[in-house]
DNA sequence: TAGGATTTAATTGTCGACAATTAAGTCCTA
DNA sequence: TAGGACTTAATTGTCGACAATTAAATCCTA
C-alpha cells in the first residue's frame, strides 16, 4: 500500500470529526475531478448533499482553503480552483525550491534506516510487475511514494506541512484534471535512484541539485507536451 | 508608511467581515506577544473579550491557523505557536529555499517599473536618519520592506502567498519575541543592494545565490547569538 | 496514603434561525 | 429597445443553544 492516504491529512490523525470527514470527501472529490475545476461551491446545496448543517460544511471548507483548493471572498462565496497551465507551472518552481532544499536536509537528517526503507521501496519498485508492464502505475503512485518519503526525512515541520500539508493536493489534482501520464517513468526511475545514492552519500549539496533538476525535467516534459497540445489543436 | 500593513491579509482586501477584524487584531497581538506563544486559547473567553459569537471567533481562529500562527486539535482545543530554536530554523531553511527562488524569479518577471521602485527605496533607506542614527528601523521595517517587494517582484502567486500570508507573520513573530536587533544593518543593506544588481542585469542565477546566502548569514546570525547566550547563562 | 474508577464541570463540535449583503429579476423611462 | 433604478430572491455572515467529548474533581478501595 502507498503511503499517499496516510498524508491527506497533514497532521496524520484520523479524521474523528464530522467536518473532518466531509473535508476529506470533498478533497478526494475535488481532486479527481467530480468537483469541477472553477466551479462556485454553493453552501447550502452541498450541506443537504452530505447531510450536515452549514457550519460543520463551512468548516471543512476552511480546511479546503488551507490546502489552495477553493478560495473563498468575502460576502461573495468560494470557487473551487482552476487549473491553469500557468498556476501548474507556478506550482512547480515552487517545487523545485522547496524539494530541492527538503532532498538536501534529508541528506543530512535521514537516518540509516530510513534511508534503507527507501532504497527498499525503489527495489519494489524496479521489481514491481507494474513498471516492467506499463508505465501508468510507476508514474502516478510510485513517483509520488518517492518524493513523500524525501520530503519527511527532510525532519522539517514546515517543509512537510507546506509540501504535503498543501501543494501536493494540488499537484495530484493538475495530474489527474490534466491527464498526465506521459513516457517519463524509466528516465524518472533512474533520476530517482541517482537521487538515493547521493543521499546515502550525505552529500546534500548534490541531492539539492538532482531533485532539482528532476523536477525541472518533469516540468519541461509538461510544457512541451503543453505546446504539442495547443499545435495539434491549432492544426485541427 | 512601510508595505508591511498592507499584507497582513493575504488577499489584499480589506477587512470587510468582523471576522477579518478579529483576525486582524488577534493576528498582531499574537506577533506581538500580547497573546503569549505557546499558550492555550479559551474559545468562550476570547469572544466575550471580543464582544462576539463563538462562530465567529472561530472563523477567525480558522485564518489564524492558515498562518501557523495557532495548531488545533480535534475535542481538545487551540494553542498559539510555541518559539523554539528548532522552529527557528526551520523557518530559515524554508526561507532560504523560497525567497532564492523568488529572487530568481524576480530578476526574470519584475517590470522595469518595479525595479525602478526598488532602487529608489534602497537609495531613501540609505538616507533615512534612521540608518545613520540607529540600527533598528533598518533592521526592522526596511529590512521587511525589501524582502516583501522581492517576493512580490517574483510574480508567482503560489510564492507570494506561502512567503507573506504564512511564513512572514512566523518571522515577524520570532523577531519581536525573541528581540533581534542584531548590528547586521550596514552589512545587511550592502547585500541588499548587491541583490538588486543582480535583479537590475536580469541574472536570476546570481539573484538567487546572493539571496541565499543573505539569508543564510542572517541565520547564522542568529544561531551565533543563541550559542552566545547559551555560554553566557551557564556562567552565570 | 496512593491509585484508580466515577461523577461533575468545562470545553469543543454541531445545529438551526436570523441579519446583512449580494445577485437576479422586474419595472419604469428616455 | 436599451439603460438604469427599484424590488425581490438567494446567499453569506453571525448568533445563541444543545450535544458530544475531554479534562478536573470527588470518592472509593487496597
Excluded: W
Aim: hydrophobic fraction near 40%; charge should be negative; proline fraction near 1%.
Amino acid at each position: 500500500m502507498s503511503t499517499i492516504m496516510a498524508l491527506d491529512n497533514p497532521t496524520l490523525q484520523k479524521a474523528v470529526t464530522t467536518a473532518d470527514k466531509v473535508f476529506d470527501a470533498m478533497l478526494h472529490a475535488i481532486v479527481d475531478g467530480k468537483i469541477a475545476a472553477g466551479s462556485k461551491i454553493s453552501e447550502p446545496e452541498l450541506a443537504k448533499q452530505y447531510e450536515i448543517s452549514r457550519s460543520t460544511l463551512r468548516e471543512a471548507l476552511n480546511r479546503l482553503e488551507k490546502c489552495h483548493l477553493i478560495e473563498r471572498k468575502a460576502n461573495v462565496g468560494s470557487r473551487v480552483v482552476d487549473c491553469t497551465i500557468e498556476g501548474l507551472l507556478e506550482i512547480y518552481v515552487v517545487r523545485e525550491a522547496l524539494e530541492g532544499m527538503a532532498c538536501r536536509e534529508a541528506a543530512n537528517n535521514m537516518s540509516d534506516e530510513e534511508i534503507a526503507e527507501m532504497q527498499a521501496m525503489l527495489a519494489q519498485h524496479a521489481n514491481s510487475q507494474a513498471l516492467k508492464d506499463g508505465v501508468s502505475y510507476y508514474q502516478e503512485e510510485g513517483d509520488l511514494d518517492f518524493h513523500y518519503k524525501v520530503i519527511l526525512g527532510s525532519h522539517n515541520q514546515q517543509l512537510i506541512n507546506i509540501l504535503c500539508g498543501q501543494l501536493y493536493h494540488l499537484v495530484r489534482m493538475y495530474r489527474i484534471q490534466f491527464g498526465m501520464h506521459s513516457p517519463r517513468a524509466t528516465r524518472a526511475f533512474q533520476e530517482h535512484s541517482n537521487i538515493i545514492q547521493a543521499i546515502c552519500d550525505r552529500d546534500g549539496e548534490l541531492a539539492e541539485i538532482l531533485m532539482r533538476r528532476h523536477i525541472a525535467a518533469s516540468r519541461k516534459n509538461i510544457e512541451n507536451k503543453i505546446a504539442q497540445q495547443n499545435s495539434s489543436q491549432n492544426k485541427a
